[in-house]
């Protein structure tokens, strides 16, 4: 992979300064278009009032009609594609979006400008508390964010963003619903918003949502060497989830303020061959499902000239409570009746998250925002089948404290920004006595032993960023940006050593981790004016102290497994096992091991369109692509990284109807981290028609979406358990948007 993206970068740089010339020669024989696109505020910027196009960082923002083409059952799914983003899926339902190359705690979901707070990160197995079906915006910023972020957003920023805090009411009340049904996994999505004003100075707002599928599709077996057994199904992959939230809206001159009540609760399996009667020998007898109760309060407010010298204050608060099981189903050998269900695993977070932005009136041209921000975590895993029993995470409690400062001067060629972010963090374990886990034998032979008891960890993490947008014509700008962002080591990470047993994983996490410390370069070009219209940028990631999630390599190529209990083949209890025996015989957990090296992420990132065709009936290509390569300084591969995509796109309109078809050709991942496979490329064709209703006196669409048309057998190289689960086959969605009132 290094060898090809070496190769194929300059070329990549090169058709990113002669396309513009090749096009525009071939447009010089059509009118000049200066049309500008709708200018649409990024929300997660704190400076407040910015567009897109007038960001330094490289930021996606999905919107209007591109949102609604991209709708989906999770966040990841709904961000596949864009440039520099995959998903990390584990089954449908579980897509965790992957930013350059990094997932879990090191790229932060928002909703609404503040974190979800849930135990997404940790674990690869567990979904991301939040339903974007009703989003209005969601803004995807690429490369390091903790200056504004913090710790956890050394890889990227998703911010979904709801109306529910929208200062401004509809002319009038408005009920909106978006349904869709797939045969595919008999999938049923419902979302249904509203939103009424009492007065002009108060409304409410509401929204439900809520999906039921069964077992999924699939191209051919669902595990890769699998070539025996049932065809074509992904086994427990059948979920369910509910929605809901309540909002009140209070606004007059001064500014406004908004508090509101929201739940998600989610039910779904972990996809895997199922085989109560080990009829084939290797598939498993019982299955993992897990069910979540997320429930949270945001507060809201916004207050205009609060202080002498600042024009804005804006203040974000938000309580949550997240409660997630993980639960074994047990079937009898005999005959597969069901047994019992026992559960496993238990996580319970507790969060709150405030942060307090002051944008200040222009002193001598600079114009900026000061902010404080302040987290309080407790986390609490167990095993509720007794206090002997293994466990994957210890409970914690974090607490961290942050002031930022960012400043844009404005000048004669564009803009100037500078920030910084000094942050403190102190977390706390807490003690484990008298578990069964003893330990577990390190790649070296040593033996590692259970610690019982952690000392406190204190740390003063700093980051700073400094960039220019450069106007180089009417057309075309020229970003530069260099980041230093360093990021403190997630719970898991440090606390983990134990058996997660719906991830199928025994993680070994170590309390002495350092800092990372992140040195990104940015360097990208646009033009946002005229029949093309692109975005090319190209990265360079500097990680010293880069933490990752090793497998061990057996001796064979594949990972090490053990015990429940952490013995290896021919240790502890898993010594002297006949072929068969369950219990702690059963060596059914790959042991991974958080691990601390310096590395490097670069790569290159491409959005474009051309106007083919203008007029009644227009003819728009578009073009994507992007690569990512992930390596350890001292030598070998980083686990995991997306590998290379290229997309091609046309959409037209004829007679009211909307139609796109793309294409995506995602590449065969080789460069491999230890015990990793190496993982087959695959194609990905849709289609998207959207007919709105003329006459029907309400705002009406009928859309169609075809997703893998071409019902590939694809593995997504960077989930964690891509051997066990692959994509969804061919599959149609059938659906109507509707809106009654607010005109």
Same mark, same amino acid.
């Given at each position: 992979?290094?060898?090809?993206?070496?190769?194929?970068?300059?070329?990549?740089?090169?058709?990113?300064?002669l396309a513009p010339i090749v096009l525009q020669s071939a447009q010089a024989q059509q009118p000049a278009d200066t049309r500008v696109l709708t200018e649409i505020i990024v929300t997660a910027d704190p400076i407040g009032g910015r567009t897109a196009d007038e960001l330094?960082?490289?930021?996606?923002?999905?919107?209007?009609?591109?949102? =609604?083409?991209?709708?989906?059952?999770?966040?990841?799914?709904?961000?596949?594609?864009?440039?520099?983003?995959?998903?990390?899926?584990?089954?449908?339902?579980?897509?965790?979006?992957?930013?350059?190359?990094?997932?879990?705690?090191?790229?932060?979901?928002?909703?609404?400008?503040?974190?979800?707070?849930?135990?997404?990160?940790?674990?690869?197995?567990?979904?991301?508390?939040?339903?974007?079906?009703?989003?209005?915006?969601?803004?995807?910023?690429?490369?390091?964010?903790?200056?504004?972020?913090?710790?956890?957003?050394?890889?990227?920023?998703?911010?979904?963003?709801?109306?529910?805090?929208?200062?401004?009411?509809?002319?009038?009340?408005?009920?909106?619903?978006?349904?869709?049904?797939?045969?595919?996994?008999?999938?049923?999505?419902?979302?249904?918003?509203?939103?009424?004003?009492?007065?002009?100075?108060?409304?409410?707002?509401?929204?439900?949502?809520?999906?039921?599928?069964?077992?999924?599709?699939?191209?051919?077996?669902?595990?890769?060497?699998?070539?025996?057994?049932?065809?074509?199904?992904?086994?427990?992959?059948?979920?369910?989830?509910?929605? =809901?939230?309540?909002?009140?809206?209070?606004?007059?001159?001064?500014?406004?303020?908004?508090?509101?009540?929201?739940?998600?609760?989610?039910?779904?399996?972990?996809?895997?061959?199922?085989?109560?009667?080990?009829?084939?020998?290797?598939?498993?007898?019982?299955?993992?499902?897990?069910?979540?109760?997320?429930?949270?309060?945001?507060?809201?407010?916004?207050?205009?000239?609060?202080?002498?010298?600042?024009?804005?204050?804006?203040?974000?608060?938000?309580?949550?409570?997240?409660?997630?099981?993980?639960?074994?189903?047990?079937?009898?050998?005999?005959?597969?009746?069901?047994?019992?269900?026992?559960?496993?695993?238990?996580?319970?977070?507790?969060?709150?998250?405030?942060?307090?932005?002051?944008?200040?009136?222009?002193?001598?041209?600079?114009?900026?925002?000061?902010?404080?921000?302040?987290?309080d975590r407790d986390f609490f895993a167990d095993d509720p089948r007794g206090a002997d029993r293994g466990f994957y995470v210890r409970p914690n409690r974090t607490r961290t404290s942050a002031l930022y400062l960012v400043e844009e001067l404005r000048t004669g060629f564009?803009?100037?920004?500078?920030?910084?972010?000094?942050?403190?963090?102190?977390?706390?374990?807490?003690?484990?006595?008298?578990?069964?886990?003893?330990?577990?034998?390190?790649?070296?032979?040593?033996?590692?032993?259970?610690?019982?008891?952690?000392?406190?960890?204190?740390?003063?993490?700093?980051?700073?960023?400094?960039?220019?947008?450069?106007?180089?014509?009417?057309?075309?700008?020229?970003?530069?940006?260099?980041?230093?962002?360093?990021?403190?080591?997630?719970?898991?990470?440090?606390?983990?050593?134990?058996?997660?047993?719906?991830?199928?994983?025994?993680?070994?996490?170590?309390?002495?981790?350092?800092?990372?410390?992140?040195?990104?370069?940015?360097?990208?070009?646009?033009?946002?004016?005229?029949?093309?219209?692109?975005?090319?940028?190209?990265?360079?990631?500097?990680?010293?102290?880069?933490?990752?999630?090793?497998?061990?390599?057996?001796?064979?190529?594949?990972?090490?497994?053990?015990?429940?209990?952490?013995?290896?083949?021919?240790?502890?209890?898993?010594?002297?096992?006949?072929?068969?025996?369950?219990?702690?015989?059963?060596?059914?957990?790959?042991?991974?091991?958080?691990?601390?090296?310096?590395?490097?992420?670069?790569?290159?990132?491409?959005?474009?369109?051309?106007?083919?065709?203008?007029?009644?009936?227009?003819?728009?290509?578009?073009?994507?692509?992007?690569?990512?390569?992930?390596?350890?300084?001292?030598?070998?591969?980083?686990?995991?990284?997306?590998?290379?995509?290229?997309?091609?796109?046309?959409?037209?309109?004829?007679?009211?109807?909307?139609?796109?078809?793309?294409?995506?050709?995602?590449?065969?991942?080789?460069?491999?981290?230890?015990?990793?496979?190496?993982?087959?490329?695959?194609?990905?064709?849709?289609?998207?028609?959207?007919?709105?209703?003329?006459?029907?006196?309400?705002?009406?669409?009928?859309?169609?979406?075809?997703?893998?048309?071409?019902?590939?057998?694809?593995?997504?190289?960077?989930?964690?358990?891509?051997?066990? =689960?692959?994509?969804?086959?061919?599959?149609?969605?059938?659906?109507?948007?509707?809106?009654?009132?607010?005109?």
């Amino acid at each position: 992979m290094s060898r090809m993206i070496t190769r194929r970068l300059p070329a990549v740089l090169a058709a990113s300064v002669l396309a513009p010339i090749v096009l525009q020669s071939a447009q010089a024989q059509q009118p000049a278009d200066t049309r500008v696109l709708t200018e649409i505020i990024v929300t997660a910027d704190p400076i407040g009032g910015r567009t897109a196009d007038e960001l330094i960082q490289p930021v996606s923002v999905l919107h209007g009609d591109e949102l =609604a083409r991209r709708l989906a059952g999770s966040i990841g799914e709904i961000l596949d594609g864009l440039p520099g983003v995959a998903n990390a899926d584990f089954g449908p339902g579980v897509g965790r979006p992957t930013v350059r190359g990094q997932q879990g705690s090191r790229v932060v979901v928002l909703d609404d400008g503040l974190p979800v707070a849930d135990v997404s990160g940790e674990g690869v197995d567990h979904a991301v508390a939040i339903d974007a079906r009703g989003a209005e915006q969601i803004e995807i910023f690429r490369g390091p964010m903790t200056l504004l972020y913090g710790s956890g957003a050394a890889g990227g920023v998703v911010n979904v963003r709801s109306s529910r805090f929208l200062p401004d009411f509809a002319p009038s009340s408005f009920a909106r619903l978006d349904a869709s049904y797939s045969p595919n996994g008999d999938d049923r999505q419902v979302d249904l918003q509203f939103e009424h004003a009492l007065d002009e100075a108060f409304g409410l707002r509401g929204a439900l949502g809520l999906r039921r599928s069964n077992d999924f599709s699939i191209k051919g077996f669902q595990e890769e060497d699998q070539t025996e057994g049932r065809r074509g199904r992904l086994q427990n992959s059948n979920l369910s989830s509910d929605t =809901a939230s309540l909002t009140g809206m209070f606004r007059q001159d001064w500014g406004h303020i908004g508090l509101g009540a929201s739940r998600w609760r989610t039910d779904y399996g972990i996809p895997e061959v199922f085989d109560p009667q080990r009829l084939r020998g290797d598939g498993s007898d019982d299955f993992e499902r897990i069910t979540a109760d997320y429930e949270r309060i945001d507060l809201r407010a916004e207050i205009l000239d609060p202080l002498p010298g600042f024009t804005t204050l804006r203040l974000k608060s938000a309580w949550t409570r997240f409660e997630q099981q993980e639960s074994e189903f047990k079937f009898n050998r005999a005959d597969g009746s069901f047994r019992e269900a026992i559960v496993e695993a238990e996580f319970q977070n507790d969060e709150f998250d405030t942060r307090i932005d002051l944008v200040h009136a222009p002193i001598a041209g600079w114009q900026g925002v000061l902010g404080l921000q302040f987290s309080d975590r407790d986390f609490f895993a167990d095993d509720p089948r007794g206090a002997d029993r293994g466990f994957y995470v210890r409970p914690n409690r974090t607490r961290t404290s942050a002031l930022y400062l960012v400043e844009e001067l404005r000048t004669g060629f564009g803009r100037l920004e500078f920030g910084g972010r000094i942050e403190r963090t102190a977390s706390r374990a807490d003690d484990v006595i008298g578990s069964r886990v003893e330990g577990v034998t390190q790649e070296d032979g040593s033996f590692l032993p259970l610690p019982e008891q952690l000392d406190r960890r204190r740390d003063t993490p700093l980051s700073l960023s400094a960039g220019s947008i450069i106007d180089l014509d009417e057309a075309h700008h020229l970003r530069v940006a260099l980041t230093r962002a360093q990021r403190m080591p997630s719970g898991e990470q440090l606390y983990a050593f134990g058996r997660h047993a719906a991830a199928g994983t025994w993680e070994v996490g170590n309390p002495e981790l350092d800092r990372e410390t992140y040195t990104n370069f940015e360097l990208g070009i646009d033009r946002h004016l005229g029949r093309l219209r692109y975005d090319f940028t190209v990265f360079y990631n500097r990680a010293d102290d880069y933490i990752f999630l090793a497998s061990e390599d057996d001796g064979t190529g594949n990972p090490v497994f053990v015990n429940d209990i952490g013995n290896r083949a021919g240790e502890g209890a898993a010594a002297d096992c006949a072929p068969g025996a369950g219990g702690l015989c059963r060596l059914r957990n790959q042991l991974v091991t958080n691990q601390q090296a310096d590395a490097e992420f670069y790569g290159a990132e491409l959005a474009g369109s051309f106007q083919l065709v203008e007029g009644p009936v227009p003819l728009t290509l578009h073009v994507s692509g992007d690569l990512v390569r992930g390596k350890l300084r001292d030598g070998g591969n980083l686990p995991r990284i997306t590998p290379a995509r290229a997309g091609v796109g046309l959409a037209t309109r004829l007679e009211g109807i909307d139609m796109r078809v793309d294409f995506q050709r995602v590449d065969r991942q080789s460069r491999i981290g230890e015990a990793e496979s190496t993982t087959d490329g695959f194609n990905l064709l849709s289609l998207d028609l959207a007919w709105q209703l003329p006459g029907t006196g309400t705002d009406t669409t009928l859309y169609l979406r075809g997703r893998n048309l071409l019902d590939e057998d694809g593995r997504r190289h960077q989930s964690f358990f891509k051997d066990d =689960a692959p994509i969804i086959g061919r599959a149609f969605y059938l659906g109507f948007r509707t809106q009654l009132g607010g005109r």
